[in-house]
């Protein structure tokens, strides 16, 4: 009986290590993807769907190196986004990696792409592009973009077009800096407060600070949040007339956005 549960155990600890040594190694690469629901579409407190509701989704691959690349979509208004298809593409790719303990460093690139929209009839493309730089530490992170093109297609030949600017060049070298802080204020509640300041090259009356001050909770199912997002954005260059000139909306305006998303 004895030799009989010796030789059961040396068979099950012989089993357990060659289960170990074939186990397959934890894979280098992540795939995942993301859908958004909310009320308004704010980018960088401007609302990109004449304040109206949104649906975004994309996808985010990444390597343990620290390589990444992703792809991001959402509805905009072509009240905003003239002659296109309403829709705005993002693609974009860089490195992270830890340079301290608990600091991690992040360099990248990113376009926005507007299908078939083109501004007023100057056939000028809203097209933007953009080469960021940012830093995490614990609950706070840091970055700054850097345009590469003008911004979003704002130049001498498009000024009064986008804003009621005299012409007085291209926008290209404009830049973002973001300083978000979020804060675990409960179980799977997250508290989040954004600053931000954009900054337009040589038309310096489209330059504005906006913020946001939200909440978010994980149900499992999907996370849902509730932020009050704004800017000091000059009504005058941000109000927009509707295509068939029945809704005048101002889309820097101060509101509440309601958000329902899921990661999977």
């Given at each position: ?165 005299a012409p007085n060049g291209n926008s290209k ?92």
């Amino acid at each position: 009986m004895k030799k009989t549960m010796l030789f059961a155990a040396m068979l099950a600890t012989f089993a357990g290590s060659a289960a170990a040594q074939t186990a397959a190694p934890a894979s280098p690469h992540t795939l995942t993807g993301n859908m958004t629901l909310a009320t308004d579409y704010r980018f960088r407190g401007i609302s990109q769907t004449f304040r109206g509701p949104t649906l975004q989704g994309g996808f985010d691959y990444s390597h343990s190196s620290g390589l990444y690349l992703g792809n991001w979509n959402s509805n905009v208004s072509t009240n905003q986004f003239n002659n296109g298809a309403g829709i705005e593409i993002d693609i974009y790719g860089g490195y992270k990696w830890e340079v301290a303990k608990g600091v991690t460093a992040d360099v990248g690139l990113l376009y926005y792409y507007y299908p078939g929209a083109e501004i007023a009839a100057l056939r000028s493309k809203y097209n933007n592009g953009e080469i960021y730089f940012g830093g995490t530490w614990q609950w706070l992170s840091v970055k700054y973009s850097y345009g590469l093109t003008d911004f979003f297609g704002l130049n001498g030949t498009t000024s009064n077009a986008l804003f009621t600017l005299a012409p007085n060049g291209n926008s290209k070298g404009s830049g973002y800096l973001d300083i978000t802080g979020n804060w675990e204020v409960a179980p799977k509640t997250t508290f989040t407060a954004h600053l931000g300041r954009q900054m337009v090259k040589n038309y310096s009356a489209a330059s504005y600070t906006d913020y946001k001050l939200g909440i978010a909770k994980d149900y499992g199912f999907a996370t849902v949040g509730l932020a009050l997002v704004g800017t000091n954005a000059n009504a005058a260059q941000y109000t927009i007339t509707s295509t068939g000139g029945t809704s005048i909306r101002d889309v820097g305006r101060p509101s509440a956005v309601l958000s329902v998303s899921k990661t999977f």
